[in-house]
C-alpha cells in the first residue's frame, strides 16, 4: 500500500507538471493528449471488465466518439462564457481551427447527438436481444468517461483563467484522496461502504474533506496571488476555495466509490495494471468523472 500511496503524490505533481507546462508554454496540447489517451484507456479498461459480466460494448464507436468530441473541444469549440465564466476569460480564445461562429458552441449537444446515433448503431448489430443493454451501455460510459474529461478539457480552454480553475480541482480532488488515505489509516475505525471498498472508513473521509478545503484554500490563495486578482470573481476570499474544495471533495470520493462499485461487480481488485502495486488508468482518473461537471455546473450557476 506504500507504494501505492506514493505513486498516487507523485502522480498529482506529474498532471501539475503537464499542466504547468502547457500554462507556462501558452497552450494546451499536452493536456489535450493526456485526456485523449486517458479516456481511450479507460475505455479499454472498462471493456474488459464488461466483457467479464459477459455485458454488450462497442468499444470502437466508442473510442471513436470519444476522439471526435475531444478534438472538437480542442480546436474547434467556444469555451464555456455562462455564469462566472464571462467574467473569469480574460482575451480572446486560441481558435485553432477556422470555422463558423455557429458551429462554436455545440459542446453540450455532444451527449444528445450520441443518444440519437448510438440505438442506430446498435440496430446495426445482429444480436438485438442485446439491443437495449448496449445502448444503454454505450451511453453510460460517453457520459461515465468521454464527457467528464471532455468538460474538464474544455474548462481549460477558457483565456486566461482556464489553468487556475484545474489546479484547484486537482488540488482539492487530489489532495482529499491522499488525506483520506493517511488519516484512513492512522486513524480509520469505521467502513464506509465495505461491501464496495473494504479499506475505506469513515473518518479518513472525512478527513479527506479537510484535506480538500484545505487543497482548495490554498489553490484559491494561489489563484489569487499570482493573477493579480483576476480570479476574484470566483475566489472572492481565500475561504471560497476551501468551501468549494469541499463540495470537489464529495464528488471526488463518489467517483472513486462509483469505480469502486465497477470493480467488484467484475470480481476484481483493479482496474488494469498499468503501474504494479497502483492499477489501471481508471484507478487513476476515478476521482475526476464527477468533480469536473460539478466544477462546471458550480461556474454556471455562480454569481458575485
Request: glycine share 12%; net charge neutral.
Amino acid at each position: 500500500m506504500g507504494s501505492r500511496f506514493l505513486f498516487g503524490f507523485s502522480m498529482f505533481f506529474a498532471l501539475v507538471g503537464v499542466l504547468a507546462a502547457d500554462h507556462f508554454l501558452g497552450f494546451t496540447w499536452g493536456f489535450f493528449i493526456l485526456c485523449v489517451g486517458m479516456c481511450l484507456g479507460g475505455i479499454a479498461e472498462m471493456n474488459r471488465m464488461y466483457r467479464m459480466r459477459g455485458l454488450p460494448l462497442d468499444a470502437g464507436l466508442l473510442s471513436v466518439s470519444t476522439v471526435a468530441f475531444l478534438v472538437y473541444v480542442q480546436l474547434v469549440a467556444a469555451p464555456p462564457e455562462f455564469g462566472v465564466l464571462a467574467d473569469l476569460a480574460t482575451g480572446q480564445p486560441d481558435y485553432l481551427l477556422p470555422a463558423p461562429e455557429s458551429l462554436r458552441g455545440l459542446t453540450l449537444l455532444a451527449p444528445v447527438l450520441a443518444a440519437a446515433v448510438f440505438p442506430l448503431a446498435g440496430l446495426a448489430r445482429r444480436d438485438v436481444a442485446n439491443l437495449s443493454p448496449r445502448i444503454a451501455n454505450n451511453l453510460g460510459l460517453l457520459l461515465y468517461i468521454t464527457v467528464p474529461i471532455g468538460v474538464i478539457l474544455w474548462l481549460r480552454r477558457v483565456p486566461g483563467s482556464g489553468a487556475w480553475m484545474l489546479y484547484f480541482l486537482l488540488a482539492s480532488s487530489r489532495l482529499g484522496d491522499v488525506g483520506a488515505y493517511l488519516m484512513g489509516r492512522a486513524f480509520g475505525r469505521h467502513k464506509l461502504i465495505p461491501y464496495l471498498s473494504a479499506g475505506k472508513t469513515i473518518e479518513g473521509a472525512l478527513f479527506g474533506l479537510l484535506f480538500s478545503a484545505g487543497g482548495g484554500a490554498l489553490a484559491a490563495l494561489w489563484a489569487l496571488w499570482a493573477t493579480d486578482g483576476a480570479m476574484k470573481p470566483l475566489f472572492v476570499e481565500w475561504w471560497y476555495g476551501a468551501i468549494l474544495g469541499v463540495f470537489i471533495g464529495i464528488a471526488a470520493q463518489a467517483g472513486d466509490l462509483v469505480e469502486s462499485g465497477f470493480k467488484r461487480a467484475a470480481g476484481i481488485k483493479d482496474s488494469g495494471h498499468l503501474v504494479p502495486s497502483f492499477g489501471g488508468i481508471m484507478d487513476i482518473m476515478d476521482n475526476f468523472m464527477l468533480t469536473g461537471p460539478l466544477l462546471l455546473v458550480i461556474l454556471a450557476l455562480w454569481r458575485m
